[in-house]
C-alpha cells in the first residue's frame, strides 16, 4: 500500500461535528475508533481508503461498511474530515 497522503487529521470542521453528533451511540463509537486508525503509520486495510479525484477521499466502516467517512486533504498533510454517515447521508450530501 502507498504511503498515506496525510500525517494528521483535524475533524473540527463544522460540517462533520454536526454530522458525528447526528450518529447513533454505537456508530458514534466507530467513527472514534476509525478516526483514532486514521492516526496510525498505516491506514489499516479494513477501512478501505479510497483516493478520489482531486481532493476527496474516503473510508468505509462498520459491520457491512454501512458508514462512509469522507475528507479532503491540504498540501500540508492534514486531512480535513468533512462528513460522516450512512453511504445513503453522504451520497445526497
Known sequence: MPP?????????VPGFTNC???LSPEAYELARQ???DLLLPEIPSKYNFKRGDGNSHEITFGK??????????QEN?????RRVGSHREIDEA
Not at 4 to 12: A, D, E, L, M, S
Not at 77 to 81: D, F, H, I, M, T
Open 4 to 12: 498515506k497522503p496525510f500525517v494528521t487529521i483535524n475533524p473540527c
Open 20 to 22: 458525528l453528533k447526528k
Open 34 to 36: 476509525a478516526m483514532h
Open 64 to 73: 457491512n461498511r454501512e458508514y462512509k467517512m469522507t475528507m479532503g486533504i
Open 77 to 81: 498533510g492534514v486531512a480535513w474530515l
